[in-house]
Nanobody, 123 residues
Framework: QVQLVESGGGSVQAGGSLRLSCTGS????????MGWFRQAPGKEREFVAR????????SYADSVKGRFTISRDNAKNTLYLLMNNLKPEDTAMYYC????????????????WGQGTQVTVSS
């Protein structure tokens, strides 16, 4: 059973920073592509960033490129998302997810999901 638990969300002002964490089951980070997604009220869930389990290959949505950084510590079974220069449009529930396939960015291709952590950015 794969379990993912997000933490680190909160309320910040525009221009501020937050670091999200996602802790997973033992060994998952060595075998799965890990991704961050977000969903704002009334909108579809959208891709934010992903990291494959081998090498240092990462990918970002255009809307967060240059501001967000995804990283992983496989030994600690933890995925991170450092979010800098936050904007009100970044307000959403953020989810951590795992996929058995590499280079995947569509949410339907992710097999396991956490419960989410709320990020609210005020102007």
């Amino acid at each position: 059973q794969v379990q993912l638990v997000e933490s680190g969300g909160g309320s910040v002002q525009a221009g501020g920073s937050l670091r999200l964490s996602c802790t997973g089951s033992e060994g998952i980070f060595r075998r799965f592509t890990m991704g961050w997604f977000r969903q704002a009220p009334g909108k579809e869930r959208e891709f934010v960033a992903r990291s494959v389990w081998f090498g240092n290959d990462t990918s970002y949505a255009d809307s967060v490129k240059g501001r967000f950084t995804i990283s992983r510590d496989n030994a600690k079974n933890t995925l991170y998302l450092l979010m800098n220069n936050l904007k009100p449009e970044d307000t959403a529930m953020y989810y951590c997810a795992a996929s058995g396939r590499p280079y995947i960015t569509h949410p339907v291709s992710y097999d396991y999901w956490g419960q989410g952590t709320q990020v609210t950015v005020s102007s």
